[in-house]
């Protein structure tokens, strides 16, 4: 018994020493001539094994470190590209020695010259990060020959409502779309036939952004998606084109061409794509009334024939003025083109009889046409200081004339009339915005960032309705009218991040924003004149927990503006019976975000809970009982609650097949007034998404992607369920000769949206189903021009860091 004790002592002093006993272990990096060496891959090894225990790189002086190492024998290596490889003499931590200071590592140059070599490595798809979760869109065989709003549609916790022409993340729809790290200051019906036009062959990954730091814009509830084009980080010229062919119902056809070229003190860019969408659509609504033992109805179905064609161009430079500072400018616009020829047939009901039928004919032509340019300077004041100062202007000009011929068919007289009658809008939208960022690092442990950001925008809409009487158009009042919204938005940041050990890191960061905005009618000029400003505070909580797990805390706040459609009290006329209008009383959306995440290896967990009080809810339905018209308007909510709760789960089952798989959760309580009460709605979803990524000999590989979202709610309507399979192979066409893909979109053909009402028990019942993807087969061919070989240095120090990352 006494050996036991004693052995359960010595057992205990020992485990109790290995936790106490943290010991540090550290030195500075330097070449030849005594100058720092950063970046520098430092391994902390076992000397028994030389296995790794952690991995580090040098910092800008030089110097490196390994805290809280465990009582043990040890060796450090250092390797850097072009130098020969450092090993230290074996180092032994104890209680009799702490600390191990190694003093100043001269490393010697290599005498052997490495050649250049042809870097051929892949990224994963889905890369997870602290604060977002990036997509490598360049490397996805089923977005071959796409568009960037079909990338969005597969993208993991993203939904694309093409219905109500909004994109919505973790069950809210107040994204923010970035290109570049740039906002498009647009409209979200712009915004998605930009992106539908935007070929997916010129983008390079899209991020994101769940909690977004204080340098960006307050606005939207939900987050941000920011699509990063291709871009040259090498010497040399390289470039490559797309040639890619579909049918889906309709013809499809793409193009892209990217241009980049670097050298010395420039870096010059340019990339142009060519989209054609012929698939047809096929819309379907039904609606019933019952008010006093009596009811009205309406059923309608539209088949759509569309023609779009868009143009997208952007190019620019950058320019090392001198070893601190560089500059640039950047140039960019679209021409898209959309022609639209719809048949439309209509019945008209009372107290379930059909009395009224209606036959439209709808000839739509919508242009759309942007320019933008970007000009900055970036300055480094001195060895972590840096500030820069960017100015952008933005154009956008929509041209939307559309002809309606009409027959109704009254069904107990059997008498016909005919009408004609057509509508036009003109929106003419100009920013400018300019802002300076300041970051600084004061040491090892504390940085700053700061900034100052003014945003002025003006809108104008122009609209038209006219109808034909006496072969005269004559202009109706009511539907007609020039508004315009003019809107300035001026904003302060400031946030600090503090490393207050090896394991936690701290970032708190406060914005304050603005806003004037006047929104102007023909007959006011100051219809609505708001001026307020909010303070939005941020924070963020970083613990590693060990080498394989970690645990983040954020929060935030954000800000939900009334767009100008959702404002302007014109009506948007859509078909004789269905109408959209602005809400002139509607409110700014304020939002509270918090959000806890959990890291175990390549496992990712965020549970999300937000509180919005006046949320925005687009589209919702005022009918006449009278006229059985209905129009569609945006109204505050009393508050939105959601919970949302996230997991990506990478699998590898063997060096073939590779998986990403996402599973979501959300719940969401709605508080709104309706009809003179206030009414409180439940809804619980979820949403699953996986890709399967399969290699094979030969150069061949293939990829699945599936996902699955469940009712989902907005407002007084819920969007059904839905589900979306895709299938994709690919052919390396030898050392140099490019990439051929073959990809099914929408395989079993399920991608529709369909809606109904959520307040069934107040008397209106409502469905409706719009069908705007077909099951599209594609063929795309991809060729890198120019050269394929790389600096040796660059990427091998970019492969060494990757592995140190991995490690930890």
Not at 163 to 184: C, F, R, T, Y
Request: net charge neutral; glycine share 6%; with cysteine.
């Amino acid at each position: 018994m006494k050996t036991l004790l004693n052995q359960s002592i010595t057992l205990i002093l020992c485990l109790f020493s290995s936790l106490v006993l943290q010991a540090q272990i550290r030195g500075i990096i330097q070449d030849g001539s005594g100058q720092a060496v950063i970046g520098a891959t430092v391994l902390l090894q076992r000397e028994a094994d030389k296995s790794l225990v952690k991995g580090n790189v040098s910092a800008s002086d030089g110097s490196f470190s390994f805290d809280k190492a465990a009582p043990g024998q040890y060796i450090v290596a250092v390797n850097y590209i072009s130098y020969a490889p450092f090993q230290s003499a074996p180092i032994v931590l104890g209680p009799e020695s702490m600390k191990h200071d190694l003093g100043i590592i001269r490393l010697q140059e290599n005498s052997v010259q490495l050649g250049e070599v042809a870097v051929t490595a892949r990224k994963q798809l889905f890369e997870q990060k602290i604060d977002r979760l990036v997509v490598n869109v360049s490397n996805a065989i089923t977005a071959a020959g796409g568009n960037a709003l079909e990338v969005l549609e597969k993208t993991p916790g993203v939904t694309v409502d093409r219905q109500n022409e909004s994109i919505s993340l973790a069950g809210k729809d107040g994204v923010q779309v970035m290109i570049n790290g740039k906002l498009k200051y647009l409209p979200a019906a712009s915004l998605l036939q930009i992106l539908e036009g935007m070929n997916a062959d010129n983008i390079e990954k899209i991020e994101i952004i769940t909690t977004p730091p204080s340098n960006l814009d307050a606005l939207g509830n939900a987050g941000y998606l920011n699509i990063v084009m291709k871009k040259q980080e090498d010497e040399g010229t390289t470039g490559s084109y797309s040639l890619s062919a579909g049918y889906g119902r309709g013809a499809l056809a793409s193009t892209s061409l990217n241009i980049l070229h670097k050298k010395g003190k420039w870096n010059l860019y340019g990339e142009y794509g060519y989209n054609l969408n012929q698939r047809p659509q096929r819309f379907y609504f039904d609606r019933v009334v019952t008010t006093d033992g009596s009811s009205i109805s309406l059923e309608s179905d539209s088949d759509r024939e569309p023609t779009s064609n868009n143009h997208n161009a952007r190019m620019g430079f950058d320019y090392q003025l001198n070893k601190r500072t560089v500059t640039g400018m950047q140039f960019s616009g679209y021409n898209n083109r959309f022609v639209l020829d719809a048949l439309g047939h209509s019945e008209f009901g009372r107290n379930g009889s059909v009395d009224t039928l209606l036959d439209l004919v709808t000839d739509l032509r919508s242009t759309w046409l942007h320019g933008a340019a970007n000009a900055y300077v970036q300055h480094q004041i001195k060895d972590g200081e840096v500030i820069s100062f960017d100015l952008d202007y933005l154009y956008y000009r929509e041209e939307n004339p559309t002809d309606y011929r009409a027959e109704y068919t009254d069904q107990i007289s059997q008498s016909q009339t005919e009408e004609s009658f057509r509508s036009g809008k003109r929106t003419p939208i100009q920013t400018a915005v300019a802002k300076t960022d300041y970051t600084r690092k004061w040491n090892q442990k504390l940085s700053m960032e700061s900034g100052l950001k003014y945003v002025h925008s003006n809108f104008t809409n122009d609209l038209s309705v006219e109808t034909l009487q006496n072969q005269n158009w004559i202009r109706d009042p009511d539907l007609s009218g020039i508004f315009e919204l003019t809107e300035q938005i001026a904003a302060a940041y400031a946030s600090f991040s503090y490393q207050h050990s090896s394991k936690t890191q701290f970032k708190l960061g406060l914005r304050y924003e603005h806003t004037l905005s006047n929104l102007a009618s023909e007959t006011d000029p100051d219809f609505i004149n708001r001026n307020y400003g909010n303070f939005f505070p941020s924070f963020f909580v970083s613990r590693q927990l060990d080498a394989s797990q970690s645990l983040n805390l954020s929060y935030s706040k954000r800000i939900n503006r009334p767009t100008f459609n959702q404002m302007a009290p014109f009506v948007l006329f859509m078909d004789p019976f269905t109408f959209w209008s602005g809400n002139s009383a509607l409110l700014p959306a304020l939002t509270d975000n918090l959000g806890l995440s959990y890291r175990f290896k390549k496992w990712f967990l965020l549970v999300q809970y937000s509180y919005e009080k006046n949320s925005i809810a687009r589209y919702q339905s005022r009918v006449d009982l009278k006229t059985n018209k209905m129009t569609m308007v945006s109204e505050n909510l009393d508050y939105l609650k959601t919970l949302n709760a996230s997991l990506n789960f990478p699998i590898t089952l063997n060096k073939y097949w590779e998986m990403q798989n996402t599973a979501q959760i959300n719940f969401q309580r709605a508080l709104f007034p309706f009809e003179g009460e206030k009414v409180s709605v439940d809804q619980f979803n979820y949403s699953f998404n996986t890709t399967q990524r399969l290699n094979f000999a030969k150069g061949y590989s293939a990829e699945i992607t599936g996902q699955y979202r469940s009712k989902q709610l907005n407002g007084q309507f819920i969007s059904l369920p839905y589900y979306g399979v895709n299938l994709g192979i690919q052919k390396k066409l030898g050392k140099n000769g490019g990439i051929l893909r073959f990809n099914v979109f929408d395989l079993f053909d399920s991608f529709v949206y369909r809606t109904e009402n959520n307040l069934k028990s107040s008397g209106l019942v409502m469905n409706g189903s719009w069908d705007f993807i077909q099951r599209t087969y594609r063929l795309t061919y991809t060729q890198n021009f120019g050269s394929q070989k790389v600096k040796t240095k660059k990427r091998a120090e970019a492969e060494e860091k990757r592995r140190v990352n991995a490690e930890e």
